[in-house]
């Protein structure tokens, strides 16, 4: 059974930093492609970041310079370090799964999904 299990979220004041973690578990996570979405109330869910299993990394253009993806593949754990978060960013993220992908920011791309963390940005 596949699962994605986000952890890290919270709440932060604009300029802080906060560290998400994504536990998968039931495929070969070393051979998926992973991303990081978040989805703010009222809007479409957009992609922040993702990692192809050869370890080649995009990331969104806002996200650029303060965000940052990895992956641990000796404990199946997706991470995204935000840096200088900013207020409009507060949101509900998901880390999502996929074996394929051709648009790593598009969600439907992906197969499976997190409950998602939520990240509570204060001005």
């Known amino acids: 059974q596949v699962q994605l299990v986000e952890s890290g979220g919270g709440s932060v004041q604009a300029g802080g930093s906060l560290r998400l973690s994504c536990a998968v578990s039931?495929?070969?996570?070393?051979?998926?492609?992973m991303a990081w979405f978040r989805q703010a109330l009222g809007k479409e869910r957009e992609g922040v970041a993702g990692i192809d299993s050869d370890g080649s990394i995009s990331h969104a253009d806002s996200a650029k310079g303060r965000f940052t993806i990895t992956k641990d593949n000796a404990k199946n754990t997706l991470y995204l370090q935000m840096n200088s978060l900013k207020f409009d960013e507060t949101a509900v993220y998901y880390c999502?799964?996929?074996?394929?992908?051709?648009?790593?920011?598009?969600?439907?791309?992906?197969?499976?999904w997190g409950q998602g963390t939520q990240v509570t940005v204060s001005a």
């Open positions: 999502a799964a996929s074996r394929r992908v051709t648009f790593w920011h598009r969600p439907d791309n992906y197969n499976y």
């Open positions: 039931g495929f070969t996570y070393a051979t998926y492609c």
